[in-house]
């Protein structure tokens, strides 16, 4: 499967994973669970480039300079 986000959006996936997972093991409980599937799920797509969700909508985020070196 070929690359479906880009740069600037893998970073933001980045940070946004790290702080849910954060805010899930302040919260504790519940949240420490949905905090954590949230954030390893947005840590996973950053690091792999690949979002599934996007499949589906054809949304690709990535640059032309990004898809051609996929």
Same mark, same amino acid.
């Given at each position: 499967m070929k690359q479906n986000v880009g740069k600037v959006d893998r970073i933001i996936?980045?940070?946004? /994973? +790290?702080a849910a997972i954060?805010? /899930? +093991?302040?919260?504790?409980g519940t949240g420490l669970i949905v905090g954590a599937i949230v954030g390893v799920a947005l840590i996973g797509?950053?690091?792999t480039g690949r979002c599934l969700a996007y499949v589906p909508f054809g949304i690709n985020t990535c640059s032309?300079?990004?898809?051609?070196?996929?």
């Open positions: 996936r980045l940070i946004l /994973g +790290v954060g805010v /899930g +093991v302040a919260a504790q797509t950053a690091l032309a300079k990004e898809r051609s070196q996929a």
